[in-house]
């Protein structure tokens, strides 16, 4: 069984940033996938960012530029830094690892960008 839980989420200005972290912890070894998904109010999940096993990630275009993700593999930990941050991006974040093809949910974190 894996574990993922997710911080770092709070209350932002407009032009500013944060840093999400993502730890995996339980039976899971450095050889995973990690993705970061947001869902505001109203509004379906959308996967923003991705990092393969191997290192290589991909980005919506929504974020491409502001976002970027990490993982530190002898912490098990994913990292999901957010600059320019804009009212838009106001959102639940949640974290997704995929360990041996199956996906576990973190319970999300509240990112709000407001003035």
């Known amino acids: 069984q894996v574990q993922v839980v997710e911080s770092g989420g709070g209350l932002v200005q407009p032009g500013g940033s944060l840093r999400l972290s993502c730890a995996a912890s339980g039976s899971i070894f450095s050889m995973f996938a990690m993705a970061w998904y947001r869902q505001a109010p109203g509004n379906q999940r959308e996967l923003i960012a991705s990092?393969?096993?191997?290192?290589?990630?991909n980005y919506a275009d929504s974020v491409k530029g502001r976002f970027t993700i990490s993982r530190d593999n002898t912490k098990n930990t994913g990292y999901l830094q957010m600059n320019s941050l804009k009212p838009e991006d106001t959102a639940i974040y949640y974290c997704?690892?995929?360990?041996?093809?199956?996906?576990?949910w973190g319970q999300g974190t509240q990112v709000t960008v407001s003035s």
């Open positions: 997704n690892v995929i360990y041996m093809a199956v996906g576990y």
């Open positions: 990092i393969g096993s191997a290192g290589r990630t």
